[in-house]
């Protein structure tokens, strides 16, 4: 059920950017108009704050309006750097919206932006915001990029603590009454007797840190570059694992040429060589990527940015492994470390189990011949694991995208959604293994890659290649987008 309502918000988050963008909106500026009223009624009655910050303006020699100027100049500094990295440029708007929002807000108590002559003072905001910029990474954006992201981290996590704090201080401030401590009259600071009588006041509470708490929970997601994930693709023998992770990598190419931003993938080695076998080929190559060796565990990883409007910095890893492995992997996961003298098991094992998401492979190709499909092994795997989210991905339905040519008379690239339902469909009702597993995955849906083929004279099958010798691709780039 659970993993149900995660596919739901997935797919809703997937699909539905522009949707998320107006929830936000109203979230951020409905929010932020009813919270800063409240913070200014706890300001002008603050017993700890207010009298702290007028003891540091007497020591600095500084006015409240001058010490408003530099922080509301720091502030937009920050917010200006936040807008303009190109991550977060959807989110820096939604909290131009929430400033004013808060601002208006203070207003109608008569905060802020009344009191501050911004003519006079404009030295104040300016320093404010040169310091806001420095602090909050601002050097970066001079620099020419390299193997980096344009990435203003440190002034998103600026932001989140100051509007935080700011809400939590200003929260308590309002609903605890503290005794007065700090006496300012004039220009001079005294600790006032101390009458111990802490009071709270709890009209209106449960209200207020109900709105802090999406306030705050909404910002967090705002000022998150990674939505950190990791997959851990399984499967038998030749069932196309190796290729599998080749093309994600090809997909999230081509997405990342496909941006304006800069997305440096940083694959590693393991997977450009990989890449690179694949890729040697002439225009009548084959495969070119041999059985993985049996004592060989490559790590394949790269970067991949997810979401247009709300990107995030997605790291796939993908051990690759020969699948000879897959059947010894069930008791492995339920027998202690030094039970197992085979160390590539030993590392599967540990990598299987902190990994969040699996990725099961079902050979399409199998399928097609009618041959055992060798996932036995998977719901051992799935019984001792119930706790990870699972994919399932039904690699070289070329095979069955020829079917459904035939069938239906659509190309499958062209007309994807429908293929996928047809492989489903097919799959699911072809195979009482397969039909089981999506059961016990509470009705995961499958997922369909393959690379485009064709059939040599001596009757192999073998990729497709433009007179450069590129392959072809489907299925990739819309799992891809589900991964994020
Ligand atoms: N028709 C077709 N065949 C494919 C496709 N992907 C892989 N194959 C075939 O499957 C074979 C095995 O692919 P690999 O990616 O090496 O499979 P693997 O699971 O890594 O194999 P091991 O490392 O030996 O466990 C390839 O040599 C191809 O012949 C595909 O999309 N379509
Ligand atoms: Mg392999």
């Known amino acids: ?78 917010l200006l750097l936040f807008t303009i990295d190109p991550k977060k440029r959807w989110q820096g708007v939604l909290l131009w919206f929430g400033t004013i929002s808060g601002l208006l807000a203070l207003l109608t108590v008569d905060l802020f932006i009344p009191n501050i002559n911004f003519v006079a003072n404009s030295i104040w905001v300016v320093l404010g915001l040169l310091v806001g910029i420095t602090i909050g990474g601002g050097r970066q954006a001079l620099q020419v990029q390299t193997a980096q992201s344009l990435e203003f981290r440190k002034a998103a996590q600026l932001l989140f603590s100051i509007i935080s704090a700011i809400i939590i201080i200003g929260l308590i401030e309002y609903h605890v009454s503290f005794p007065e401590v700090i006496a300012v009259s004039g220009s001079s600071v005294s600790i006032a007797s101390v ?71 940083n694959p ?22 041999g059985a993985t060796d049996a004592t060989d565990v490559n790590d394949l990883h790269f970067n991949y940015i997810s979401g247009k409007m709300f990107p995030k910095n997605i790291s796939l890893f993908g051990l690759d492994y020969a699948g000879e492995y897959l059947g010894d992997l069930p008791s492995a996961l339920v027998s202690s470390p030094s039970d197992i003298d085979n160390t590539t098991l030993n590392v599967l094992k540990d990598e299987i189990e902190t990994t969040d998401t699996l990725i099961l492979v079902l050979d399409a190709e199998r399928y097609s011949d009618g041959e055992n499909l060798e996932i036995e092994p998977y719901f051992d ?61 509470s009705g995961t849906e499958i997922q369909p890659v393959y690379y485009q083929t064709r059939v040599t004279d001596s009757g192999e099958r073998v990729p497709m290649r433009d007179s450069r010798g590129n392959v072809n691709i489907v299925g990739f780039d819309e799992l891809l987008e589900k991964m994020g």
């Open 268 to 289: 590693s080695g393991d997977l450009m060589n990989l890449v690179s076998n694949l890729d040697s080929g002439s225009q009548t190559s084959g495969w070119d990527i």
């Open 195 to 265: 009458s111990p009588s802490i009071s709270f006041n709890s009209d209106g509470a449960f209200l207020n840190f109900l709105l802090a708490g999406v306030f705050i929970a909404t910002l967090n997601r705002f000022v998150e570059y990674d939505a950190s994930k990791s997959y851990f693709v399984l499967g038998p023998k030749e069932s196309g694992k190796s290729l599998f992770l080749v093309g994600m990598y090809l997909a999230a190419l081509n997405e990342a040429e496909s941006r304006v931003s800069d997305a440096p993938l």
């Open 381 to 441: 795997i799935l019984k001792s694991l119930s706790d990870k989210n699972v994919m399932l991905v039904a690699t070289k339905a070329d095979i069955l995208a020829e079917k459904f040519k035939k069938d239906r008379g659509l190309e499958a690239y062209q007309y994807f959604n429908e293929f996928q339902e047809y492989v489903n469909q097919e799959l699911t009702e072809g195979n009482q293994n397969i039909r089981t597993l999506v059961q016990d995955t």
């Open 1 to 78: 059920m659970s993993t149900q309502i995660e596919n739901i918000i997935a797919q809703a988050k997937n699909n539905n950017e522009k949707l998320l963008l107006f929830a936000y909106f109203f979230v951020i500026l409905g929010t932020a108009w009813s919270l800063f009223q409240t913070l200014g009624q706890a300001w002008q009655t603050s017993d700890i704050v207010r009298p702290l910050i007028y003891t540091i303006n007497i020591y600095l020699g500084i006015s409240l309006e001058e010490f408003s100027a530099i922080c509301f100049g720091f502030y937009v500094g920050l």
